[in-house]
């Protein structure tokens, strides 16, 4: 009885171990990435018309007069609808982009591989796999139903000089990408990279660097001076014979006179052209060299990961707070790492070589993800920001609670170009303020940094600076008018004597209005009466009636005047006292002026009647082509965001405006015309 229960509980164990070695072979998402992706293949390949992309692409991949080696790019073996994963990570020393793809043909996939390598590549086989690299830094591997793309560039880390203990490390440990390939192979490939010892400074050695310096740089300014002379020769010669002089035979030089010139003897080659063609081939040599020991660590660091990738179940394991905000769904999901990207990057490594650079970077500290949506009639993107650290986040959540305001409502109307709307709480900009730097400075200044916040605590009067501006306030894009401003050119006489000019062009001029709440009217009315009291400003700021007005002189101006008044708890700045006049709102424009109240930051901006105003920017024929064709198809841009919980999120929706299929589509359609339109300016007119 004992045995058979050793048997039965043995069996349990060997049962529970190759359930956890398996369950431990899923490819983790690299601890590094700070970009995930994912394309959902089942929905995106239904709003593609491959009858019009497969055309388009051949256009796109033509080599030349050659006929396209692949005529369906639907067909290529890839299952496109399929869900497509695609993640980026660096470090130090190496920057990776990979792409991971099921297949449902692998013929065809070899097939298509085939035809898009380079001539003289030939194909690697692995144990459970096949690889090549389509170029020095591009490598696809693939098995019987999966495919992996990876593109992988590789840096020597450069090494930070008596910074801080944490860039010190990267001095210590020379090249993390070493550490991935195998010790062997990584000092061979490496040697080429071995840091020679710190000479002592040489001042003599300096001064003599100093010297060969500016003898280039006067070198260099001769060389200019005879290029000069030779095209006012130029200049001379056609303006009299109305050509070029023909160069004679064997001639090195051209003289330009009506006299017959002596042939001149070509100067004999001299041992310094010699030498410098012999330091170009050893540079190049050089050069030729580092780059093989480059693609020997790249190649190696593909084998590497596609080595974990097929050795594993094949699936891609993904932390639950990536996907914390995904949305099954939308057509594509993404999602970045923003702190990672800023705080690890070469900005991240610069801040930590100041004394408060931790500020910064607990600012940057945050996540964003997106999902994206091909509508019919528009394309939507959703985006969820989060801060890492709770108490940041919160406060942020926080300032996106503010109170409504119906007096900007108003300025809302439906023949205005856009509008841009905002209802926060001023007040909580203090402890968002406060939560980022408290814990953020180094060790040693921590209690000067606490001392710091409650002597800003003490000074400032956080509810009556909010009382002043509490956070309510709109910018209302009216129209874009046409002005004429001066501007000064520079030209040039025959002696190359500049000469200043004046000229006159048409520029958009915006007419506008910028409204924000106030609590406390009084402090503004005294700053406008200040400004018109002034000995410097009251020459430009002046009151009229209920309104102040300020005119700027100069003619180069965008804007001719502007308007200020407080009325109804209200400050007012605008172009035009008519912005302010009551206005009858459509049902639309009434939709627009609720979201304005409804949603801390909204927003909406008609592109078509941005461009009509931006017509005169706009000159060259290929220039307005462009812009007429843009006009007939550009759609209308809406925005609203809000606090959700412990996120950010904001939604932006892109109405279509011409006749395709689907939004997908119409970005194809946009891409395919203008394609054509730069393809016919190519060409040569036929005379």
Known sequence: MNSILQKIQTTIFLLFGFALVFSQQKMKLPKDAVFYMEINGKQLDKKINWEKFNPFLQKVTKKGKEKPSWTDYSKTGIKYDATQYHYASFNDSVKTYTAHFILDNKEKFQEFINSTKKK??????????????????????????????????????????????????????????????????????DSAYVDEPEKPFDYKEEIKYLKDDIKDLKEDIKGHNAEIARMQKDIKYLEKHHEYPKEKKDSTDKEYSDEPQAEAVPPPIIDEDMAETEENFDYKKEMDSLNIEKFKIVKKLAEADFGNYFNSNLELEVSKDILAFRDAD?????????????????????????????????????????????????????????????????????????????????????????????????????????????????????????????????????????????????????????????????????????????KTKEVAMPNFTIA???????????????????????????????????????????????????????????????????????????????????????????????????????????????????????????????AKGDRIETEIDYSIKNSSENSLMYFFDLFDEVYKNNESEKKAPIL
């Open 120 to 189: 003289g590549l030939e194909i690697s086989k692995k144990n459970n796999y096949s690889y090549i690299n389509l170029d020095d830094d591009v490598f696809v591997a693939w098995n019987g139903n999966r495919a992996v793309l990876k593109m992988i560039s590789y840096t020597k880390p450069y090494k930070y000089d008596d910074y801080s203990d944490a860039i010190d490390s990267i001095a210590i440990v020379a090249d993390s990408a070493v550490a991935v390939v195998d010790s062997a192979a990584a000092v061979a490939v």
């Open 330 to 502: 939308s057509d594509v999901f993404v999602y970045t790492d923003y702190g990672r990207i800023v705080n690890e990057g070469v900005y991240g490594k610069m801040m930590k070589t100041y004394e408060f650079g931790q500020v910064f970077n607990k600012m940057y500290n945050s996540n964003s993800s997106y999902n994206l949506y091909f509508d019919k009639e528009k394309v939507r993107l959703v985006s969820s920001y989060q801060h890492k650290d709770p108490e940041v986040q919160k406060n942020f959540s926080a300032i996106y609670k503010g109170k409504k305001n119906k007096n900007l409502m108003s300025l809302i109307n439906d023949k205005s170009i856009g509008y841009y709307s905002i209802n926060v709480d001023g007040s909580k900009y203090f402890d968002l303020m406060y939560s980022l730097l408290k814990n953020s400075g180094e060790a040693e200044y921590q209690k000067e940094m606490e001392l710091m916040m409650e002597t800003m605590k003490i000074v400032l009067d956080e509810e009556a600076i909010a009382k002043i501006a509490p956070g309510n306030g709109i910018f209302v894009l009216n129209e874009l008018k046409t002005k004429t401003v001066e501007y000064t050119d520079y030209d040039y006489d025959d002696n190359y004597n500049e000469k200043e000019v004046k």
């Open 516 to 642: 924000f709440a106030t609590e406390n009217e009084g402090y503004w009315n005294r700053i406008f009466n200040v400004l018109t009291t002034n000995k410097k400003t009251a020459k430009n700021f002046i009151k009229k009636g209920d309104f102040y007005s300020f005119k700027d002189d100069k003619k180069d101006s965008y804007v001719d005047q502007l308007f200020f008044t407080v009325k109804n708890g209200v400050v007012y700045v605008t172009t035009s006292t008519d912005n302010l006049l009551p206005k009858n709102q459509s049902d639309i424009s009434k939709n627009w002026a609720k979201d304005s109240a409804k949603y801390p930051a909204s927003g909406r901006f008609d592109i078509e009647r941005l461009l009509i105003g931006l017509e005169k920017e706009f000159k060259s024929p290929s220039e307005r082509k462009t812009l007429d064709f843009v006009k007939k198809n550009v759609g209308e841009m809406y925005f609203k965001s809000e």
